[in-house]
């Protein structure tokens, strides 16, 4: 049965593994007493070490389309001398052509992380909520505590399927879709009747569309109170250049337009998303080798006794039955494989592993089966 958590106050949130990670913030009465109680995004380990097979923060495994590596070259850099376009005007007419939707309706963020930072500031009064489900991208109740908003947490059902308490409410609701860390996508017409009903803002997350069946861009074209962010840091394997973009309503457009900073998007960022967005076939076909990819490795982990939910994304969300989820994360970054592992009472018995290459998954997959060796001889 779900389970509707009261409202939390920001000091009661996001509370993870960052404040570990980077110790405690002294109390010096020049930082705002929520910022000093709340806890910081903790990102997935970036290894500085080389022969990793890295499976940990949802990276793209193939290089982005030639065009960008072409743009790259021929970028002159006496051109960085002036301030990039603030307004990405080229940038948004090819996105707005690739959604048939006018350029006033689309954002470009430095990443959609910065999107999703904005909305909190431009839909959200003082006194507002923000939801998320629970569990989710965990930047989310991070934002909220960031912004000094309460959070409206919801707890996703026991199988991590929608669940929402009648009369919910929040003033800007973050709904991943395909959902992270699961992988899985709500189905269309669940998220499109809760957008109907939702008093305030809905911004669907749609990072992972890429890598799904279905999508829900048109809502963001048809109804007044719905965002669709996107990125370019996984189908079009471009993480390390940090651009988003959000499509919405003129009205939420603009707001976030009014609050953003000037230059948000540089300019080679402008260059070589442009050239990237010119080369979708590339960005589909990688997409599909990785969908593929999907499929050969919850295969291969449903034979090796895991549990494998299924994924409309390019990570696999898994519970090993004979090895504590922990244990294994352990084993397998000692074999210089890293995979995910959120702590938690929700997460903490499940890994999330990025679709890497075949060759990638193939090491994964012979690695568990010899750790699967040692534990049962
Ligand atoms: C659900 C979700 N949204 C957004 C992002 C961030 O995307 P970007 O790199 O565009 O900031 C991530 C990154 O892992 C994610 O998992």
Redesign the pocket.
């Known amino acids: 049965m779900a389970q509707h958590r009261p409202f939390l106050k920001p000091e009661e949130v996001g509370r993870s593994a960052a404040s570990a990670v980077r110790g405690p913030i002294e109390k010096t009465g020049l930082i705002r007493s929520s910022v000093v109680r709340m806890a910081g995004y903790t990102p997935g380990e970036q290894p500085a070490e080389t022969g990793v097979i890295k499976l940990n923060?949802?990276e793209n495994p193939y290089p982005p389309s030639p065009l960008v590596a072409r743009a790259l070259r021929e970028m002159d850099a006496a051109r960085l001398r002036l301030y990039p376009d603030p307004l990405c005007k080229e940038l948004h007419r090819r996105i707005a052509g690739m959604h048939g939707c006018s350029p006033e309706q689309v954002f470009i963020?430095n990443?959609?992380?910065?999107i999703?930072s904005l909305a909190t500031r431009a839909f959200v009064e003082d006194t507002g909520k923000i939801g998320y489900f629970v569990p989710?991208?965990s930047?989310y109740p991070v934002l909220a505590a960031a912004r000094g908003a309460a959070s409206a947490p919801v707890e996703l059902g026991p199988r991590f399927e929608w669940t929402m308490p009648k009369g919910y409410s929040s003033d800007l609701f973050f709904l991943?879709n395909p959902?992270?860390?699961t992988g899985m996508l709500f189905p269309k017409n669940i998220v499109k009747q809760f957008c109907r009903r939702h008093g305030g803002v809905v911004l669907i997350?749609e990072?992972?569309a890429n890598f799904a069946e279905e999508d829900c861009m048109d809502l963001a074209v048809t109804l007044d109170n719905v965002i669709v962010?996107r990125?370019?840091?996984?189908a079009f394997s471009l993480?390390g250049l940090?651009?988003?973009y959000a499509v919405g309503p003129r009205a939420l457009v603009e707001a976030l337009f009014k609050i953003k900073d000037s230059y948000n998007v540089d300019a080679l960022s402008q260059r070589l998303a442009l050239a990237a967005v010119s080369d979708l076939a590339h960005m589909r076909r990688n997409a599909r080798k990785i969908a593929a990819t999907r499929r050969k490795l919850s295969a291969a982990l449903a034979k090796l006794k895991f549990e494998v939910f299924p994924s409309q994304a390019n990570f696999i969300w898994t519970r090993p039955s004979w090895i504590s989820a922990c244990d294994l994360f352990a084993e397998l970054r000692r074999r210089k494989i890293f995979v995910r592992h959120f702590p938690g009472p929700r997460t903490g018995d499940y890994l999330r592993i990025t679709i890497g290459t075949d060759h990638e998954v193939a090491r994964l997959v012979a690695e568990i089966r010899n750790i699967m060796r040692g534990r049962t001889a």
């Open positions: 923060t949802n963020g990443g959609s992380d910065e999703l989710s991208y930047l991943a959902n992270a860390p997350d990072a992972y962010s990125t370019l840091s996984k993480a940090r651009v988003g």
